[in-house]
């Protein structure tokens, strides 16, 4: 069992920055690719962005491409996402998730095995 617990959410204006992190429990971290999640108000849960377990390839939503960047450290047990230039549109809560084909960059929620319990990003314009 493996457990992700998300921080960093909060408010920001439009324009502004935002750096989620997710801990995980597990020693066996580096065995899983991970991804982050978003969902907002009446909407599908839908992609944003993946890195595999080395921290070489990554993949990003169209959505978010040249604005955000994920990224991980196997050591500290953690994967982060930095989030620029905010759009009202980004407001959701974010979560992530581990997938234990680590070399696999999964947009398919259905592929990621645990989750974090999410959150609440909010930009506001």
């Known amino acids: 069992q493996v457990q992700l617990v998300e921080s960093g959410g909060g408010l920001v204006q439009t324009g502004g920055s935002l750096k989620l992190s997710c801990a995980a429990s597990?020693?066996?971290?580096?065995?899983?690719?991970m991804g982050w999640f978003r969902q907002a108000p009446g909407k599908e849960r839908e992609f944003v962005a993946v890195?595999?377990?080395?921290?070489?390839?990554?993949y990003n939503a169209d959505s978010v491409k040249g604005r955000f960047t994920i990224s991980r450290d196997n050591a500290k047990l953690t994967v982060k996402m930095q989030m620029n230039s905010l759009k009202p549109e980004d407001t959701a809560v974010y979560y992530c998730a581990a997938d234990p084909a680590r070399l696999r960059l999964s947009r398919n929620a259905n592929d990621y095995t645990y989750w974090g319990q999410g959150t609440q990003v909010t930009v506001s314009s």
């Open positions: 890195i595999s377990w080395s921290g070489v390839s990554t």
């Open positions: 597990t020693r066996t971290f580096s065995s899983y690719a």
